[in-house]
């Protein structure tokens, strides 16, 4: 079954360090990847998405990914932090259904 | 533009209640998904929609759970009689894709907080 783990449930960072979010999937096919993001009391909104073109996809407010099929990762990084990215970050799969993993809180220390 | 929106933001009813919960998708958007978010399970998926038709209803919990999607414009997630267990976050998201977001995007709402005592 098509799955994805995302490594620790809460990452903090001081202001300027480098974000790091580890997603790591599992599927029998080409998947395409996705991660969005939460920020309190509102829904969820794409960061970026992998779909079989450019390994490393670059999204909104200066966050990337790069998709690593021979670790099975797609890890979302931003070279510097900053307070407003402090919310909660979902990785998810879809291989013809759209499945989330379970989060990580990013919170960013002044 | 006007998002997904969803109404009540909040609700607090009563063990036993009947609880109805209501989505308006992005206009043009042909598919339209109920999430549901918990601390214990993350988000799951419920059911979802493809030109109003339902086309997978495999993560509505029970037969307490039921979702109408009567026009383009409107869904409605009912549970009656409402428990306990069932207070959460409930997301509706829609797509201009037919799938359920293999290559796009879905388009959340701010979700309805729903607690039942």
């Known amino acids: 079954a098509q799955s994805v783990t995302q490594l620790g449930s809460h990452v903090s960072v001081s202001e300027g360090a480098l974000v790091l979010l580890r997603c790591n999937y599992s599927?029998?096919?080409?998947?395409?990847l996705f991660w969005y993001v939460q920020y309190p009391n509102q829904g969820l909104q794409l960061l970026l998405k992998y779909t079989s073109a450019a390994t490393l996809v670059k999204g909104i407010n200066g966050f990337e990914a790069e998709f690593k099929k021979s670790e099975t990762s797609f890890h979302l990084t931003k070279p510097s932090a900053h307070m407003s990215d402090a919310a909660e970050y979902f990785c998810a799969v879809s291989v013809g259904k759209l499945i989330f993993g379970q989060g990580t809180e990013l919170s960013v220390k002044p | 533009d006007a998002g997904v929106i969803q109404s009540p933001r909040h609700e607090v009813t009563e063990m036993g209640q009947e609880v109805t919960l209501r989505c308006k998708p992005i206009s043009g958007h042909n598919s339209l998904f109920w999430y549901r978010q918990t601390m214990m399970r993350g988000l799951e998926l419920l059911i979802y929609f493809n030109n109003n038709v339902p086309i997978d209803d495999s993560g509505m919990p029970e037969d307490r759970f039921s979702a109408k999607m009567p026009n383009a414009s409107f869904s409605t997630l009912k549970i009656q009689p409402s428990e306990p267990r069932d207070s959460a976050v409930y997301f509706c998201a829609s797509s201009s894709e037919s799938g359920l977001g293999s290559t796009g995007e879905l388009f959340f709402g701010e979700g309805s907080r729903l607690t039942v005592l």
């Open positions: 599927s029998s096919v080409p998947p395409y």
